[in-house]
């Protein structure tokens, strides 16, 4: 393992923003630390940063522990969202900040800064200030100097939630590309899913404090671990009593169930039924037109489920009656989560 944290606590206050916080990553990898607000997600990247101290634990980095190295030894470059470009500075002279700092050769400098430059797309540009940038153009910028003193491990908080949803979408997949021709061991923080998903090799999940799954963006997406890494992708619905819905596994003690909108399949009473229907007395309450899909919601008895229906399908209104399908639905038991998968066969579903 390249970066590797055994068993780490902090806390600040009474609050424990780590709770025994343990996990490894290769090197060359990129992962997400994903996890809501307050999660302890940027504590984690301060402290392998080294501007945080843990109250107990190791933190080891390239096979060195490194809890008494100081932030400015430690061979780390940031992109932090707070980590603002210095307005009064040309692209130039930020690019070329962290070298200066270390006072390496002016030849060296100048031939870094360019290729730098050129590699994060924006040559011909080294003149202007940030102020005469785009969102996205500085936040190139902000990684072409963390890589100028040539990091080994680059740590990324949130480094897209300031740019609008278009630019971040292509700085996403910019940075994904980067990294890997890099070879770089990169750790970014983020409370987007999505984001998290399509950029990272590997998720960590992280819950008040603690981890509450790691594994690869399919794994943790397909394959929840807990309760919280179950409910915490899409609009997940909470069912109590999940055998209303039909042709599923009885799971004796199960405290709830969980549905996630990919799971529910909607069809209108006039459409020929590919499936058996779950459950009877559906109804939409509410059609909402997302851009490329419609979301919508149904109700079943008083559980309310989120779906989506492609712009290909018919459209189907509010106050519709509806059949419902779910195919799949995870089963919660003591913090423990249950995957199953409707049992109605194939030819099942031929019925009409
Ligand atoms: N220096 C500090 N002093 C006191 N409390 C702190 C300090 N730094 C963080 N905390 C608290 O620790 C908890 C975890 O914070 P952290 O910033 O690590 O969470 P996060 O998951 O990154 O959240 P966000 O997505 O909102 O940035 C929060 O409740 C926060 O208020």
Redesign the pocket.
């Known amino acids: 393992m390249y970066v590797e944290l055994k068993d780490i606590n902090k806390t600040?206050?009474d609050?424990k923003?780590s709770d025994h916080v343990s996990f490894g990553i290769e090197k060359g990898k990129l992962i997400g630390l994903l996890?809501?607000?307050?999660?302890?997600?940027?504590?984690?990247l301060?402290m392998i940063a080294g501007l945080?101290q843990p109250d107990s634990g190791e933190i080891i980095i390239d096979g060195k522990v490194v809890n008494d190295i100081p932030a400015s030894e430690r061979g780390i470059g940031f992109v932090f969202q707070s980590y603002a470009l210095f307005r009064y500075m040309t692209v130039y002279d930020n690019v070329a900040f962290g070298l200066k700092v270390q006072k390496a050769d002016k030849k060296y400098i100048k031939s870094r800064v360019m290729e730098l430059i050129e590699l994060v797309g924006l040559k011909g540009l080294e003149k202007r200030y940030p102020s005469q940038l785009s969102g996205g153009q500085r936040q190139r910028v902000a990684f072409a100097r963390a890589l100028a003193p040539n990091p080994q491990l680059l740590l990324l908080d949130?480094p897209f939630a300031a740019i609008d949803a278009k630019i971040r979408q292509e700085l996403r997949t910019w940075l994904k590309d980067m990294i890997e021709q890099l070879g770089i061991t990169s750790i970014f923080?983020t409370?987007d899913q999505d984001e998290a998903i399509e950029v990272a090799d590997e998720i960590i999940i992280?819950n008040r404090?603690h981890i509450e799954q790691k594994g690869s963006p399919v794994e943790v997406y397909q394959s929840p671990e807990t309760a919280f890494s179950a409910s915490f992708f899409g609009q997940a619905a909470v069912v109590k009593d999940y055998q209303m819905f039909k042709y599923f596994e009885d799971i004796p003690g199960a405290e709830y169930a969980i549905i996630r909108p990919e799971f529910v399949k909607v069809t209108r009473k006039t459409e020929v039924q590919k499936y058996k229907s779950s459950a009877s007395g559906a109804e939409v309450e509410r059609v909402a037109f997302r851009g490329s899909y419609f979301e919508l919601e149904v109700k079943v008895g008083d559980v309310t489920l989120t779906a989506k229906r492609g712009l290909d399908e018919p459209m189907v209104r509010q106050g519709e009656k509806v059949d419902v399908f779910v195919q799949r639905l995870f089963v919660i038991k003591e913090n423990k989560v249950y995957s199953l998968e409707n049992s109605s066969t194939r030819e099942d579903y031929l019925v009409i």
Do not use: D, M, Q
Request: no cysteine; glycine share 24%.
């Open positions: 600040f206050g609050y923003a996890g809501p607000s307050g999660s302890g997600k940027t504590t984690i301060r945080e949130e923080v409370h992280t404090g």
